[in-house]
């Protein structure tokens, strides 16, 4: 029911709508995903975590690798 909420969160930001396409998604009545949802949402206190017992977000950046440049020399000098 947990992955079906974090796909249903995907598509819409809607509780209501997001309970549909969740019970849509496993084939539960919906009262039974609006009562997870509920349960879930006090546990995490509001914060968004898609995966369980993860507690922090994690940040990746590419950086660019830094190449070597030979400076330009006039002809006939080295």
Not at 15 to 29: D, F, H, T, V
Not at 40 to 67: I, N, S
């Amino acid at each position: 029911m947990e992955e079906a909420l974090i796909a249903a969160e995907a598509i819409t930001t809607d509780p209501a709508q997001k309970a549909e396409i969740a019970a849509s998604l496993i084939g539960a009545p919906i009262e039974d995903v609006k009562a997870f949802a509920a349960k879930q949402l006090a546990q995490t206190r509001g914060r968004a975590t898609l995966v369980a017992g993860r507690t922090r977000a994690v940040v990746v950046e590419y950086k660019r690798p830094r190449m070597m440049i030979r400076p330009v020399t006039p002809l006939g000098r080295r």
